[in-house]
Every structure is written in structure tokens, then in C-alpha cells.
């Protein structure tokens, strides 16, 4: 048998159509098969606010073919990536960027009247609805997706599993395991040492990391300073792990794509980075691949009561729909089991001290957080 490309999954539609929930099922089904298979929210590796209009897929094409050797390098075999697309000229900015995958683009349709239930159950711009209802009907005479699945109805599983036969089983034929010395060298961004803040929020599970590092972002750019953001849970999906490396080689894999991404970031002119991290990553190791970066570590802090309620609030369907947040759906007994470690964690990172700056969350807004991190980090002086 000859050479056989890596196959890429793209699910793509209208916002609501379950382009992200379904992706993460295909991309779970396969890890619990034993495939090694990566996966990208599209969304997530774009999130550089004001850009200029029409280089959006300029921007995610590139930060994916800058991740994809790093994922390679861990072992991955294929690739699920969740994301809008509109034209054929568009797809073709990804295809020319990664020559060598073999891209299925599949788009999800759903019905006008379920598309609206769905995006309004979300609880997220409600008033996009109607746009988002005519980003369907447009959709409906597009060609350039490889084929059309109609998931209305159907649960997420099984959404998922008639996506794969439709697209004639995916992913099919795969290539063999690239080993790790053979690939991913050439991903890691050139030097530079112009400096650049990173201001980086972490906590506890459930303090609030993305929710506030993303107000944090949305609030920089809406001065007109040109700001990237990246939760860096969101750049390491690579499933499964093999061995007792698994926690460090996933810790490698994130700082690598973080510093992957932020090259496309800063190329496109961003000026500043703001980061949400997890409890255990390792934060200097992250900002050392970051040529120039100027580190601020903001530790968001709650009581045992708040990270109780807002583990449950998670568990319930509250708060912003990530992939694969593992809190959601989980029974009342391993919520509690949750909350109890996020308060153990939260009392760990209070003993060690960790961060430059401890800002407490229990009993306020987002809002409230975000600006008590800009004030506090000193962080708008150095954007002037």
C-alpha cells in the first residue's frame, strides 16, 4: 500500500447546528477505540479581536498547520476539526496550508424551527438567532462541502456515529504513527525578543479561569488594542494517552501549540496575549517558549461554597458551552467529588502562593473580576 495522507474531519454549519458537540463525540468514540486522534475547535485558534474583515480562515489555517506537527509528533493519525466555512475559496486557504491530509468537509444541517431551539437552549446571544437561521438557509446552496448530514432529531451519539458512515466510515485507512523524532521540528515559532505582556489567569477547577480571561481579552480589544486570547485547554485535545508521560508530554504538547498560535497571533499585529491555563500547567515552562513574553500570573480564588455552586452549575448545563468540559452531565455524587477537589486545589495554590497576583471572586461578576485583574495587574500601561 502506498503512502497514506492523515485524514481530516471537518464538521462544519450554522452556529447551533452542533458542529463543536458533535466533533468532540467523533473525536471521543475514536480516542475510546484506541485511535490517537487530535481535535480543534476552529474558534479557538482565531480568537485575535480587531482584525481586519476577510482574513479569519488566513488566520485559523495557519495556526492549524503550525499545530498539526506538534500533535503528529505526539502520535496523532487524524485530525476532527470543528468550524464554520462558507466557500470553496475558503476551504482551499486550509487544503493549500496542509497539503498533506486528506480533508472530508461535512456539513450539518438541522431545520429552521429546531435550529432556533437549539441555539436559543444555548443561553448565549439570543438575539444572533435570526441570523444565524439565515446562515442555514444560505448554507443550503453552498457546494462546497463533501457531503450533507441532516442531524435533526437526533441525539449527539447518534448524530455522530451517521456522520462517519456517511463519510464512508472515517476515517477509513490510516497512516502509521509518525515517531516522535521525525516530526514536529519544524513547528516551534521563530526567536524574537520584542517584549509583550502575557497577563495568564489561573485557579482552581471551576473558579472561573476561561469566563474571566475571556471578558479580560474582550474588554482589551474593544479599546482597539489589537489582543489575542487562548485557553490552553482548548489547543491539547490528543487522545488517548499511552503511558505515566501522558500528563507531561499532553503539558509539552499545549506549550507548543500555545507558542504555535501565538506566532500566527502576532503576525497578524496582536500586542498582547491573554492566556487561561489549568491548575497544573506549568506556566514558566509555557511563557519560555514565548520569545519577549513580559509575565503576569493572575490566581483566581473562591471559597469551598462558590466552587461547589459553580461545579454544579457546570455539571448542569450553566455557564459557556466548551468541548469536552468533563463537569457536564456528571451525576450529583461525582459533582460533590469535584467540588471537594477544586477546594482542595484552590487551599493547595493559596499555601504555595502561587501567581504575582490573588484576586478573590466569591461573590461577584465576571465583570467585577475582569476589571479588579486589569487594575490590579497594571496591565493598561503597558499597551499605551
Known amino acids: 500500500m502506498g503512502y497514506v495522507r492523515p485524514p481530516l474531519l471537518w464538521l462544519s454549519g450554522p452556529s447551533g447546528a452542533g458542529k463543536s458537540t458533535v466533533g468532540w463525540e467523533v473525536f471521543a ?6 485511535v490517537k486522534t487530535a481535535f480543534v475547535d476552529a474558534d479557538q485558534i482565531s480568537l485575535c479581536h ?3 474583515e476577510g482574513v479569519t480562515h488566513h488566520l485559523r489555517a495557519r495556526n492549524l498547520a503550525a499545530m498539526w ?3 503528529q509528533r505526539e502520535g496523532a493519525r487524524c485530525l476532527v476539526l470543528a468550524g464554520f466555512v462558507h466557500t470553496a475559496e475558503e476551504v482551499r486557504e486550509y487544503t493549500a496550508m496542509l497539503p498533506d491530509l486528506h480533508f472530508t468537509v461535512c456539513r450539518l444541517r438541522v431545520e429552521s424551527t429546531e435550529l432556533r431551539e437549539r441555539f436559543l437552549a444555548r443561553g448565549w446571544r439570543p438575539d444572533l438567532v435570526e441570523h444565524a437561521v439565515a446562515e442555514a438557509q444560505a448554507l443550503d446552496h453552498s457546494d462546497h462541502a463533501d457531503l450533507c448530514v441532516p442531524t435533526g432529531g437526533l441525539t449527539v451519539p447518534e448524530a455522530a456515529r451517521l456522520v462517519r458512515e456517511r463519510a464512508g466510515g472515517w476515517p477509513g485507512d490510516l497512516p502509521a504513527a509518525t515517531p516522535p523524532d521525525a516530526a514536529g521540528r519544524r513547528s516551534r515559532p521563530p ?5 509583550f505582556p502575557v497577563l495568564w489567569i489561573c485557579g482552581a477547577t471551576a473558579v472561573g479561569k476561561s469566563t474571566v480571561g475571556y471578558e479580560v481579552f474582550t474588554r482589551i480589544h474593544r479599546t482597539g488594542v489589537r489582543a489575542a486570547y487562548v485557553d490552553v485547554k482548548q489547543i491539547g485535545a490528543l487522545r488517548p494517552g499511552a503511558d505515566h508521560r501522558t500528563l507531561k508530554a499532553r503539558n509539552t504538547l499545549k506549550a507548543r501549540n500555545l507558542a504555535a498560535v501565538w506566532s ?3 503576525a497578524m499585529g496582536a500586542r498582547c496575549l491573554v492566556v487561561s491555563g489549568e491548575a497544573d500547567d506549568p506556566v514558566r515552562g509555557y511563557a519560555d517558549r514565548l520569545p519577549g513574553a513580559e509575565l503576569t500570573v493572575c490566581r483566581l480564588h473562591a471559597g469551598p461554597e462558590t466552587l461547589t455552586e459553580r461545579v454544579t ?6 455557564g459557556p458551552a466548551i468541548p469536552g468540559d468533563e463537569l457536564r452531565g456528571l451525576d450529583a455524587d461525582a459533582l460533590r467529588r469535584t467540588a471537594r477537589r477544586a477546594a482542595r486545589e484552590a487551599e493547595a495554590l493559596d499555601r504555595e502562593g502561587a501567581g504575582h ?3 478573590d471572586t466569591d461573590g461577584r461578576s465576571v465583570q467585577e473580576v475582569a476589571a479588579d485583574v486589569l487594575d490590579r495587574s497594571g496591565y493598561w500601561p503597558h499597551l499605551t
Open 29 to 34: 468514540r475514536l480516542s475510546r477505540d484506541g
Open 264 to 266: 500566527g497571533h502576532r
Open 357 to 359: 497576583l490573588r484576586i
Open 50 to 52: 480587531p482584525l481586519p
Open 69 to 71: 506537527p506538534n500533535f
Open 191 to 195: 526567536a524574537g525578543d520584542e517584549p
Open 313 to 318: 452549575r457546570r455539571g448542569r448545563g450553566g
